[in-house]
């Protein structure tokens, strides 16, 4: 298993530009509020600890994980936003529901990336477990909202 062996939240912060200069939107699924709740704050804490500004950081929520791309669409379109970054956490059930709401995410956010010519960062946990999703957002594995900030600032760097 490829996270198996990967930290979410390490990275090289020397490569990373300062981003000061640059404006982020967030946006955060409710449904398992309490991780998002924690991929968010891991996020939003990266952005300042690499410059970004807390009035440029707009910080949106969205019922569920298959909402995101639209409202990531909005931010996209957005001369205000540089890069957007989506948080969300889809669990596996009974039935096929995590098939279709990750795909769906996953294809809608790279159609509004490819778009708009911005950063729309996929910080969705697509997990069989709550366990695992718990590990993935401040436990052994990390927390992906770091990865999420992380790979929007890299993103604005490769742009810039
Ligand atoms: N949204 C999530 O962000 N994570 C989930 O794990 C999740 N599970 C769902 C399971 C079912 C059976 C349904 C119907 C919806 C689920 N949703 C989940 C909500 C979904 O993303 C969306 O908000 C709603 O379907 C309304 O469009």
Avoid at 3 to 30: M, P, Q, T, W
Avoid at 73 to 99: F, M, P, R, W
Wanted: glycine letters at 8%; a neutral charge; one cysteine or more.
């Amino acid at each position: 298993m490829a996270s198996a062996l990967k930290n979410l939240s390490e990275y090289n912060s020397e490569k990373l530009i300062d981003a000061s200069g640059k404006r982020f939107g967030l946006v955060v699924a409710e449904w398992n509020k309490e991780i998002t709740d924690s991929l968010c704050r891991a996020a939003y804490d990266t952005l300042i600890k690499h410059g970004a500004l807390p009035q440029n950081i707009h910080r949106n929520t969205v019922p569920g994980s298959y909402e995101l791309p639209l409202a990531a669409q909005y931010l996209a379109s957005s001369n205000e936003i540089d890069a957007v970054i989506c948080l969300g956490v889809v669990i596996k059930g009974e039935t096929k529901h995590d098939d279709y709401i990750n795909h769906a995410v996953a294809q809608g956010l790279m159609q509004v990336s490819l778009r708009f010519n911005k950063p729309v960062i996929f910080g969705v946990l697509t997990t069989n477990t709550l366990e695992q999703a718990q590990a993935r957002s401040g436990g052994n594995y990390g927390n992906k909202g770091v990865e999420a900030a992380v790979a929007a600032i890299q993103m604005l760097s490769f742009i810039q």
